[in-house]
């Protein structure tokens, strides 16, 4: 289930309006909006875990392996990374739509792309850092 659908089922679920949970969350009712129907992931993984608190889950249910990637993306490097991953996971999320694999089968396909997006941004950070060792 994606994050969206997490977000609008709970937020349902228990009768609150998307201005309910804005107010809460500290974000407009214009965020909730983002996240419930344009497909948008909170910037700050803090978010997540005040969803879960918010709604009694485990702080891992709505941080899935696309959301832990693309957070995992903009904390290493930036607002760039962020937008990478993003794109990367629209791309591959296309490849999905009205394929046969299972949800296990896409979860091993993401991950294997995820291990090979990390590898290769490591070996670009290395190959293009700055002489004096320091990587920016």
């Known amino acids: 289930m994606k994050f969206s659908e997490k977000v ?4 349902t679920n228990k009768k609150m309006t998307q201005k309910e949970l804005g107010e809460l969350l500290g ?12 497909g948008l ?8 875990y005040k969803l879960a608190e ?6 891992m249910y709505f941080i899935g392996e696309e959301e832990d990637f693309i957070a995992d993306a903009e904390e290493k490097y930036g607002s760039r990374g ?8 629209k791309q591959i ?3 999905f739509a009205g394929g046969s694999l299972d949800e ?24 293009y850092s700055h002489k004096d060792g320091n990587n920016k």
């Not at 992931?41 to 997540?48: F, G, V």
């Open 82 to 89: 962020r937008n990478q991953a993003e794109s990367l996971v």
């Open 41 to 48: 992931y909170p910037r700050k993984r803090e978010i997540y």
């Open 93 to 95: 999320s296309g490849l």
């Open 8 to 11: 609008r089922i709970e937020r």
């Open 104 to 127: 296990d089968d896409k979860d091993a396909v993401m991950r294997s792309i995820m291990d090979a997006y990390w590898e290769s941004k490591k070996e670009n950070t290395e190959k």
């Open 54 to 59: 918010i709604f009694g889950t485990d702080k």
């Open 27 to 38: 974000v407009t009712t214009r965020t909730i909006t983002g996240y419930e129907k344009e």
